[in-house]
């Protein structure tokens, strides 16, 4: 499995926007569903967004009219714009690369993860 990578975490004030990246260390993935994930402290993790190698996409309630997620071939370097954050949008926010077939919003249908990256909305 190759790694994935993300990038662009930050510190920002309730109002503010942040551009996250995620990147394999190799070209990989490019015929499979990626999707960004966020976890809060003391919460579950929860699906925000992903897309298909075809460019769908689809976002949870949260995430609608405010994130983007988009990927660039053909690297296939994997972005989630954020724009208008609240301090309800505080967590690490993890990439993760799905099947080839289909996509989903669970967590399970996922096999590589990265690390994650810390994003913090104060008010």
């Known amino acids: 499995q190759v790694p994935l990578v993300e990038s662009g975490g930050d510190s920002v004030q309730a109002g503010g926007s942040l551009k996250l990246s995620c990147a394999p260390s190799?070209?990989?993935?490019?015929?499979?569903?990626m999707a960004w994930f966020r976890q809060a402290p003391g919460k579950e993790r929860e699906w925000v967004a992903w897309i298909n190698s075809g460019g769908f996409t689809d976002y949870a309630d949260s995430a609608k009219g405010r994130f983007t997620i988009s990927r660039v071939n053909p690297r296939n370097i994997l972005y989630l714009e954020m724009n208008r954050l609240t301090p309800e949008d505080t967590a690490i926010y993890y990439c993760?690369?799905?099947?080839?077939?289909?996509?989903?919003?669970?967590?399970?249908?996922?096999?590589?993860w990265g690390r994650g990256t810390q994003v913090t909305v104060s008010s």
């Open positions: 190799i070209s990989a993935y490019s015929g499979h569903c």
């Open positions: 993760a690369a799905g099947r080839e077939t289909w996509c989903s919003d669970d967590s399970a249908d996922y096999i590589v």
